[in-house]
């Protein structure tokens, strides 16, 4: 497996594993795979978001195979550019529990790390998603805020933790 910052030339490769995502994982994140089918040029907004100033989306390789992605994005307005965001995080099902997710999150961290002015970095998890709860939980992160009946999926509700590492004190 090798993670590295994604490309314009993955740009396919990274709405491909987005669709499987929202497909198999609604409950993840707020968009809808019916929306996201329904984008006009969604790959060439995935090449304008990953050339965006402030954002580093990393992928996952498995030989050439894209198998997960996490994205940070560092806040761009002065008063929040000390803070940094984990959005997108998914690891395809075949290839979780192998160490992928971790990977990701390590990368992502690490990156944060290199950019001086960034001092903390916040996510959101779903409560009932115990695997990423945890393993955000054995990275360093911290709960410090929970939003009940954040997402509502058809007649289903659920609840999104928020989470906050301190890279300085």
Do not use: C
């Amino acid at each position: 497996m090798d993670i590295k910052l994604l490309v314009s030339s993955d740009a396919k490769s990274y709405w491909d594993l987005r669709l499987d995502a929202l497909k198999n994982n609604p409950e993840a994140f707020s968009s809808s795979y019916e929306e996201a089918i329904k984008r006009e040029s969604p790959v060439e907004a995935v090449l304008k978001n990953l050339s965006s100033e402030g954002t580093f989306t990393f992928g996952a390789f498995n030989d050439k195979e894209l198998i997960g992605v996490v994205t940070l994005v560092q806040e761009s307005t002065s008063k929040l550019h000390h803070r940094a965001n984990i959005f997108a995080m998914y690891v395809s099902s075949k290839f979780r529990g192998l160490g992928v997710g971790k990977a990701l999150i390590s990368a992502a961290i690490d990156h944060a790390k290199t950019i001086e002015s960034i001092e903390k970095i916040n996510l959101e998890v779903i409560t009932t998603n115990d695997t990423a709860r945890n393993l955000y939980i054995n990275m360093g992160f911290k709960t410090y805020g929970l939003e009940e009946r954040a997402l509502k999926i058809k007649n289903e509700y659920y609840d999104s933790e928020y989470m906050v590492l301190f890279l300085k004190k």
